[in-house]
């Protein structure tokens, strides 16, 4: 029988399922992260872990050029503009949430670094971009997390 209550359950423990529980946990709610694998990081550590941000804070703060309309310029050229599976407002909706959401990892203490080479698949189509908007994070110890 299950005798603990929490307000939010982040089922995995990739970067979508933490962030979300710090965030939770910022809201003052109590979040529990459930993961069926031994160690935690999901397909995200299996990614690399690396994000793809247009317009993202350390790009700003590094003074490297980009801006939301490059990089709905790139999304369009590259995902397309075919409705129901990439509207513009899902895509709006990524650029300006991924930026919020890199600032609050930031904001809580994240280390993240960009990935300055690490350029767009295709730098030749509209908003592409060869210096890269691509974000990692410094490796931890999850021990941290307890």
């Known amino acids: ?26 809201a003052g709610l109590e979040p529990l992260v459930v993961e069926k694998q031994a160690h935690i990081g999901g397909s995200t550590a299996m990614s690399g872990g690396v994000v793809w941000v247009p317009n993202n804070p350390l790009m ?5 050029e980009d801006s939301f309309e490059a990089g709905m310029a790139y999304l369009n050229a590259v995902v397309g503009t075919d409705e129901p599976c990439s ?4 895509k709006a909706a990524f650029i ?6 890199l600032q609050f ?4 203490g994240a280390q993240l670094i960009r990935c300055p080479g690490y350029a767009d698949y295709y730098t030749n189509h509209p908003g592409g971009n060869a210096i890269g908007r691509a974000i990692e994070s410094v490796p931890w110890d999850s021990r941290q997390l307890g």
């Open 105 to 108: 990892l930031i904001d809580k």
């Open 96 to 101: 300006n949430a991924g930026s919020e959401m």
């Open 1 to 26: 029988m299950w005798d603990h209550s929490v307000d939010v359950i982040c089922v995995g423990s990739g970067g979508g399922g933490l962030v979300a529980a710090l965030a939770a946990k910022d």
């Open 87 to 90: 509207p513009p407002e899902k």
């Open 60 to 64: 700003r703060k590094d003074g490297v």
